[in-house]
C-alpha cells in the first residue's frame, strides 16, 4: 500500500470524525447556545443539527423545564422582634436560553441570594401573628419581586412556596397552649350547640307529636258526634215512625168511637131536663146506650 493511499484513508478517517463531532442532537426539552468565533450565534430548537466544523461550537445546553430551588433557612426578625426561622422553594423555568446563558453566571446562587433578602424584607414588615397566618400573602409577595428581579435573566418564577415558618421554643409552646386551649373552648361550645339542637329538635318532635294527637282526637271527636247525630237522626225517624203509625191507628179506630162518644154526652145532658127524645131504631145512639137488645126483644114479644 502506497504513502498515497494511507494519507487518502488518514484523511478520510480525520474528515469522518470532524463530520461526526460536527452533527448535535438537541434534545424534546433543551436548547442549544452556538457560538461562532467565541461569540453568540445563534440558539438550537430540538432536532439534529450540523455545526461549522471548527467555526461554531455548541456552548452550552440550557434545559428549559420547570425546576424548584430550595432556599435555605434562615433567621428572620419580625416587626414585632421576633426571631423566626424561614424555609421557602421557589419554582422556574428558562424563558430564553440566551439571556439565562450570558446575564447571569450562577443562576442558582442568585435566585438564592434574591430571595433570601426578599424573605427578610416582606417578614420584617409583618407581625408574628401576621407571619404565620398570612403564607398566601408572604407567596405572592416573594412571587412577584422575584419574578420581576429573574425577568432579564431570561427566567419565569411561577411560584414560592413557604414551606415552614418556625418561631422560638418558648414562644411555640405558649401558642401551642393556646391552641389547645382553643380547641378545648371550641369543642365545649360545639358540645352546648350540638346538646341546644337536641333540645330544640326533642321540642319540635314533642310539638309535633302534640299537634298529631290533637289532630287525632279532634277527628276521633268528629267521627263519635257524626256518630252520635246519625244515631240521633236514626231514632228521630224511628219515633217520627211511630208517631206516625199511632197517628194513623188513632185515626182508623178512634175517631168513630169518639163521635159517638159526643153524641151519648148530648143525649145525657138533654135527659137531665125530662126530656122526652124520639130516636130512630137505626141511630147509631141506641147501640151506644145499649137499647138494641131491648128493642129487639120488644119486638118479639109482639
Known amino acids: 500500500m502506497s504513502g498515497g493511499v494511507i494519507a487518502l484513508i488518514v484523511v478520510l478517517v480525520v474528515a469522518v470524525i470532524i463530520l461526526f463531532r460536527s452533527l448535535r442532537i438537541i434534545r424534546q426539552f433543551e436548547r442549544g447556545v452556538v457560538e461562532r468565533l467565541g461569540k453568540y450565534n445563534e440558539t438550537l430548537q430540538p432536532g439534529l443539527k450540523f455545526l461549522v466544523p471548527f467555526i461554531d461550537n455548541l456552548a452550552v445546553r440550557v434545559d428549559m423545564r420547570e425546576t424548584v430551588l430550595d432556599i435555605e433557612p434562615q433567621p428572620v426578625i419580625t416587626m414585632d422582634n421576633v426571631a423566626v426561622t424561614v424555609d421557602a422553594v421557589v419554582y422556574y423555568?428558562?424563558?430564553?436560553?440566551?439571556?439565562?446563558?450570558?446575564?447571569?453566571?450562577?443562576?442558582?446562587?442568585?435566585?438564592?441570594?434574591?430571595?433570601?433578602?426578599?424573605?427578610?424584607?416582606?417578614?420584617?414588615?409583618?407581625?408574628?401573628?401576621?407571619?404565620?397566618?398570612?403564607?398566601?400573602?408572604?407567596?405572592?409577595?416573594?412571587?412577584?419581586?422575584?419574578?420581576?428581579?429573574?425577568?432579564?435573566?431570561?427566567?419565569?418564577?411561577?411560584?414560592?412556596?413557604?414551606?415552614?415558618?418556625?418561631?422560638?421554643?418558648?414562644?411555640?409552646?405558649?401558642?401551642?397552649?393556646?391552641?389547645?386551649?382553643?380547641?378545648?373552648?371550641?369543642?365545649?361550645?360545639?358540645?352546648?350547640?350540638?346538646?341546644?339542637?337536641?333540645?330544640?329538635?326533642?321540642?319540635?318532635?314533642?310539638?309535633?307529636?302534640?299537634?298529631?294527637k290533637a289532630e287525632g282526637n279532634r277527628q276521633r271527636e268528629i267521627l263519635e258526634a257524626e256518630g252520635d247525630r246519625q244515631a240521633a237522626i236514626l231514632r228521630a225517624e224511628g219515633e217520627a215512625k211511630a208517631i206516625e203509625e199511632v197517628s194513623n191507628a188513632a185515626d182508623k179506630f178512634f175517631v168513630g168511637n169518639a163521635q159517638m162518644l159526643k153524641q151519648l154526652q148530648v143525649t145525657q145532658a138533654a135527659l137531665e131536663g125530662n126530656t122526652k127524645l124520639v130516636i130512630s131504631d137505626q141511630s147509631r145512639l141506641i147501640n151506644v146506650l145499649g137499647l138494641g137488645e131491648a128493642l129487639s126483644n120488644r119486638e118479639g114479644s109482639k
Open 93 to 212: 423555568y428558562v424563558a430564553d436560553a440566551k439571556a439565562r446563558t450570558y446575564e447571569v453566571a450562577n443562576f442558582g446562587m442568585a435566585v438564592s441570594k434574591l430571595a433570601q433578602t426578599n424573605i427578610r424584607n416582606v417578614i420584617g414588615e409583618m407581625s408574628l401573628d401576621e407571619t404565620l397566618t398570612s403564607r398566601e400573602r408572604i407567596n405572592a409577595a416573594l412571587r412577584e419581586t422575584l419574578d420581576e428581579a429573574t425577568d432579564k435573566w431570561g427566567v419565569k418564577v411561577t411560584r414560592v412556596e413557604v414551606k415552614e415558618i418556625e418561631p422560638p421554643r418558648d414562644i411555640a409552646d405558649a401558642m401551642s397552649k393556646q391552641m389547645k386551649a382553643e380547641r378545648e373552648k371550641r369543642g365545649i361550645i360545639l358540645e352546648a350547640e350540638a346538646y341546644r339542637e337536641k333540645q330544640i329538635l326533642e321540642a319540635e318532635g314533642d310539638k309535633q307529636n302534640a299537634i298529631l
